[in-house]
């Protein structure tokens, strides 16, 4: 018979930033998760500032090991221990994690 046993969550240094929605953290966000990011909406069809207001409209796709899971303004993105990233809801995060002085 197998009993029922408690389990406490091995303590983890992870590594996150908080996509506000804003231009500038969609942009670090990206480059977070290991993508190179041109900053130039001077011009009028800067193919990056039409990414980031889909990314307001629709949410900011982050491949995860699980498949594209879509992160919305305030959420956390995590890089986890295998070097994935994926999204957090604000509320989660501040239950789960604290901030770490170095």
Same mark, same amino acid.
């Given at each position: !018979?197998?009993?029922?046993? &408690?389990?406490?969550?091995?303590?983890?240094?992870?590594? $996150?930033?908080?996509? %506000?929605? @804003?231009?500038l953290?969609?942009?670090? @966000?990206?480059?977070? !998760?290991?993508q190179?990011?041109? *900053?130039?909406?001077?011009?009028?069809?800067? $193919?990056?500032c039409?990414?980031? !207001? /889909?990314? *307001? $409209? %629709?949410?900011?796709?982050?491949?995860? *090991? +699980?498949?594209?899971?879509? $992160? /919305? =303004?305030?959420?956390?993105?995590?890089?986890?221990? &295998?070097? +994935?990233?994926?999204?957090c809801?604000?509320?989660?995060?501040? &239950?789960?994690?604290?901030? =770490? @002085?170095?």
């Amino acid at each position: !018979m197998h009993e029922v046993k &408690q389990y406490r969550k091995k303590p983890v240094v992870i590594d $996150a930033i908080l996509w %506000d929605g @804003s231009i500038l953290a969609t942009r670090k @966000s990206l480059e977070f !998760m290991g993508q190179n990011v041109v *900053l130039n909406c001077d011009k009028a069809s800067d $193919a990056f500032c039409d990414y980031h !207001m /889909s990314c *307001l $409209a %629709d949410g900011l796709k982050i491949e995860t *090991l +699980e498949g594209d899971i879509t $992160a /919305s =303004v305030g959420d956390y993105i995590i890089k986890g221990v &295998q070097g +994935e990233f994926y999204p957090c809801k604000p509320d989660i995060f501040e &239950q789960t994690y604290e901030t =770490v @002085s170095v």
